[in-house]
């Protein structure tokens, strides 16, 4: 007969032994083993897949997709968020329960009434949408599936907002397949996008110094930053997301340059913001467009990097230009 210390420090044993295994279970196989489950545990009337979503600048997240079979309501759920949660010791079977938990309630509040045209009729859609400004290139791939206007070397395309308070900035980029769902021409999508952007997402310019002293009660001795500190201003909507777009409002840089009785450089900050430099011939375009590829690669996230290029307002002639034109 075994003793019960024996038994304890048996189950002891097995129990580091599961963890270490379970520790070790790398990306791929906790891929497949969570799918193998959920479908498992969703049944038949269901369908399970692993799908690579296409997000800004490239960049591809895995995704689980679950959907009762021939449904619209197919929830995304990235795998590595779930991943992080198994390498700090959450069972495969807590996640999956999880996982399913999470689409029973988006299937139960997309089924209400009330909610289920919220996307799929263009009259519900059509006060929440706006617009947006990314890198073209960059997103290639992507803009073959959506509408979208080129601009410089950039593309406006168009979100809509979810409503509620639940996840505040959750959006949707908008793809072909909603415009022809909707039944409307590209030409009314941009319109009005434009007209809810601008009446919705007015502009918000503040100087650098003031931005920081708001938003972050940080404030700086003029001697730290330099006499030059007060024309740096940050260009964005008053909700401070995707507002890099601000720089294509009618208006807001022709005033810029009549307030600094100048030229302007725009230096692209992220999908959120830009900022806007007086030319006094004080900064060479090679500093700025160094400083700029500097603050992609070390401190904004890849999918919110908007350009690694310096762009030029003129102000005798209105026109926007990328500063390698210029000469």
Same mark, same amino acid.
């Given at each position: 007969m075994f003793s019960g210390a024996f038994l304890f420090r048996k189950a002891k044993i097995q129990k580091a032994i599961k963890q270490e295994r379970w520790e070790k279970m790398d990306y791929q196989m906790f891929k497949e083993q969570l799918a193998a489950l959920l479908k498992r545990k969703a049944g038949d009337d269901f369908e399970v897949k692993v799908e690579s979503v296409q997000k800004l600048n490239g !960049? $591809?997240?895995e995704a689980f997709v679950i959907s009762r079979k021939k449904d619209w309501i197919a929830p995304t759920i990235y795998v590595e968020l779930l991943y992080e949660c198994?390498?700090?010791g959450v069972p495969l079977s807590q996640i999956a329960e999880k996982v399913l938990e999470q689409y029973r309630k988006v299937e139960a509040e997309a089924r209400r009434p009330e909610k289920a045209a919220f996307f799929t009729n263009w009259k519900n859609a059509a006060p929440q949408i706006y617009c947006e400004l990314i890198h073209a290139e960059k997103n290639r791939t992507l803009l073959s599936e959506v509408p979208h206007r080129k601009f410089l070397d950039l593309a406006v395309v168009y979100y809509?907002?979810?409503?509620?308070n639940r996840v505040p900035d959750a959006t949707i980029l908008i793809h072909e397949t909603h415009r022809e769902l909707w039944g409307i021409s590209a030409e009314e999508l941009d319109a009005r996008a434009w007209e809810n952007t601008l009446r919705d997402l007015p502009v918000r310019t503040d100087s650098l110094m003031m931005y920081l002293k708001e938003e972050y009660g940080v404030t700086f001795p003029m001697f730290e930053l330099g006499p030059l500190a007060e024309q740096f201003y940050l260009v964005s909507n008053r909700r401070g997301k995707l507002g890099a777009i601000c720089m294509c409002y009618p208006g807001v840089l022709e005033s810029l340059s009549q307030r600094f009785e100048a030229s302007l450089y725009v230096i692209p900050s992220s !999908?959120? $913001?830009?900022?806007?430099?007086?030319d006094y011939d004080?900064?060479?375009e090679e500093?700025?467009?160094d400083m700029v590829r500097d603050v992609n690669e070390k401190t904004v996230k890849p999918q919110e990097i908007l350009s690694d290029h310096v762009y030029y307002y003129h102000r005798e002639s209105g026109e926007l230009t990328l500063c390698e034109e210029e000469t």
């Open positions: !960049i $591809e997240k198994c390498l700090q809509y907002q979810m409503r509620g !999908i959120h $913001e830009c900022m806007v430099i007086p004080v900064f060479p500093c700025l467009s």
